[in-house]
């Protein structure tokens, strides 16, 4: 099977999914639908898969390979999974067996010279994965001052020299505008060149494009949204797995299943619960997984992979 997007640790997500044949499954980021079509198979001959998106051309490219092979099974749709709850129930997905995020970006985004994702592909500063919402990352640099740069590569990419790299977006844009994935790039490597002593796998321009990324799609907020509309879709017994690729997105996944876990959010000095509520999750990995070295050589792009499930428990 030829796949333009290798999917990040395929085996995992079907055992922690653990998906049966004639289930209900959603795949909240479609992506290149190799986990899609793993599911699918996994669920035949009659459960069906839901599959979300923001990117149309994602959608279209899945529509594209898999229909012929799964038909009526497979039903797509374009939307950012924030909006879970109402998309998934209009789909005829009120309850299902299995959810599935994958947070990473698809070998065909970083590849595309349109938007900008990728500081080797290049192309202009887009990063919207739907080009019809939102502002473009180009208008970001554009208008943020000094401080609010600061900020935002600091929250987002947790980059240590974001001050020194939004002073040199100041300065530059007062001369030309920063409209290319390649003129920023060259800009942050300028300015915040790596140490040479220093052995370093990621380009320097990597934090501050994922700060960029995160904050015109509004990832964060998308993804606590998108987490607790995927409980309440989930029946008792229903597994909720969870792939990030960095601290951020691990720290709020992590955070939601342990909240879930607990239920009671009384505080502690309180004798007795008064708040009433029960937990609706337990833990399937225990700790967190991780790609196996083998699949890192093959695919370097799930080196920062961490797997997160948990199960529905009855209310």
Known sequence: MEEGHLPVMPDEVITTLAPAS????????????GHTERILEATSPDGRLLGLDADGAAIARVDDRLRPRFGD?????QSNFRELASVAPEAGFETVDGLLFDLGLSSFQLADRDRGFGFRTGGPLDMRFDTSRGVPA????????????TALFRRYGEEPKAARIARAVVAERRTAPIATAEELAALVERVAPPNPRQPRRTHPATRVF???????????????????AALDLLRPGGRLVVLSYHSLEDRIVKRFFAAERRGCVCPPELPVCVCGRNPRLRLVTRPSLTPSAAEIEANPRARSARLRAAERLAA
């Open 73 to 77: 099974r497979l039903v797509l749709r």
């Open 22 to 33: 004639g289930s209900l499954q959603i795949d909240a980021t479609l992506g290149g639908g």
């Open 210 to 228: 994922q700060a960029l990324r995160i904050a015109v799609n509004e990832e964060m907020d998308a993804l606590q949204e998108g987490l607790a």
């Open 138 to 149: 180009a208008e970001l640099l554009a208008t943020l001052d000094q401080q609010e740069l």
